[in-house]
């Protein structure tokens, strides 16, 4: 009986120490290596299965495969303790992470090597401290063209945490192929516009006379030929009347 009681006892007081290690060890230095399998902080709890508080916030909704895009984690009013983030491929079935992360998260966490292919491929927090908003960058891969959801793991303590909570989805350009498939970033062909001719035309004689302009030619003036006394009324009377008067003398003589 009394070997039965002991026996119970050493039963018990191992399980308390270890549910005591557990609670102590909450992964303060970030999650585990084991949790890049199925993003489970590791635990041996059930996570939550309500709507999770916290939000996984895409700076932008679409980008080239060159550039960089900011996923920030946060909640407006409640702080979280722990996480971890990856990228995935929303149209594959094959669940590795893609891409990398920056290393530089402000002092609230640090990116990690996930799988025995990643190379950062995952940002996990670096200590246990209470966390309201972490930013993180992320940088697709080159030849990636194609959706990426970001799933994120949030701990708020040790039996209270929510799994694998996806963002809203990431539309990737790939750099090297333009909107219409054409070789380069966001190469699109244009109409190169008509070359106005700077040669005016000249303007015919017939245009000239039908609006009366006359801008690019000089008007020449002809000169009218002047009366002279003879041909005036007077000088007619005068060469008239000098006849008369010889014909009347004549007559007379």
């Given at each position: ?100 992360f920056s290393s530089d998260l402000k002092g609230m ?75 380069g970033k966001g190469e699109s062909s244009t109409t ?62």
């Amino acid at each position: 009986m009394y070997s039965v009681q002991c026996a119970g006892r050493f039963v018990v007081l191992c399980f308390s120490a270890l549910m005591v290690s557990q609670i102590a060890y909450c992964k303060p230095n970030g999650a585990p290596i084991e949790a890049c399998e199925d993003m489970s902080p590791q635990h041996f709890l059930k996570p939550q299965s309500g709507v999770c508080p916290f939000t996984s916030r895409l700076a932008k909704d679409e980008m080239w495969s060159n550039g960089t895009i900011e996923v920030t984690l946060e909640h407006d009013s409640e702080d979280f303790k722990g996480f971890l983030m990856m990228a995935f491929d929303s149209t594959s079935s094959d669940m590795n992470p893609i891409g990398t992360f920056s290393s530089d998260l402000k002092g609230m966490g640090k990116a990690i090597d996930c799988r025995t292919d990643g190379t950062k491929n995952a940002v996990t927090h670096k200590d246990k401290s209470p966390k309201r908003s972490v930013v993180a960058t992320w940088t697709p891969p080159e030849d990636f063209d194609g959706s990426v959801v970001f799933m994120a793991t949030f701990v708020k303590s040790f039996d209270m945490f929510w799994v694998k909570q996806s963002s809203s989805t990431l539309r990737v350009k790939r750099a090297d192929l333009g909107s219409d498939g054409s070789s380069g970033k966001g190469e699109s062909s244009t109409t190169e516009p008509p070359v106005e001719s700077t040669t005016a035309k000249k303007p015919s004689a017939k245009s000239d006379k039908e609006d009366g302009s006359d801008t690019t030619t000089t008007r020449t003036t002809t000169a009218q030929p002047e009366i002279t006394d003879a041909a005036s009324p007077i000088g007619i009377l005068a060469f008239y009347s000098v006849i008369i008067i010889g014909v009347t003398i004549a007559f007379i003589a």
